[in-house]
Nanobody, 121 residues
Framework: QVQLVESGGGLVQAGGSLRLSCTAS????????VGWYRQGPGKERELVAQ???????NYAESVKGRFTISRDTAKNMVDLQMNGLKPEDTGVYYC???????????????WGPGTQVTVPA
């Protein structure tokens, strides 16, 4: 059982930056997919960014050019650098890991408890 723990959330003004980190309790080297999801107030959980073991990366259209996902297999960590934050980026951000593939209806097996990101209007 892999446990994921997110950190780095907080309150930041519009236009600011945050870096979220996700640390896994075990090696993620055998996890094909690692990614970040978020759930805004009154909204459904949505994919923010994900990366495969082979290096393929997908971003939600709304964060392209502003967010960067990075995977450090040696440290069992996945980071999400968020720049140019907007009020609509507010939500709980979740780290996830799993076998994939991208096209699966349920590509992720393991989820973290989430970290709150708030960008006031």
């Amino acid at each position: 059982q892999v446990q994921l723990v997110e950190s780095g959330g907080g309150l930041v003004q519009a236009g600011g930056s945050l870096r979220l980190s996700c640390t896994a309790s075990q090696s993620i080297s055998n996890m094909n997919l690692v990614g970040w999801y978020r759930q805004g107030p009154g909204k459904e959980r949505e994919l923010v960014a994900q990366t495969s073991y082979s290096g393929t990366i997908n971003y939600a259209e709304s964060v392209k050019g502003r967010f960067t996902i990075s995977r450090d297999t040696a440290k069992n960590m996945v980071d999400l650098q968020m720049n140019g934050l907007k009020p609509e980026d507010t939500g709980v951000y979740y780290c996830a890991a799993g076998p994939g593939p991208f096209t699966s209806s349920a590509p992720y097996t393991y989820w973290g408890p989430g970290t709150q990101v708030t960008v006031p209007a």
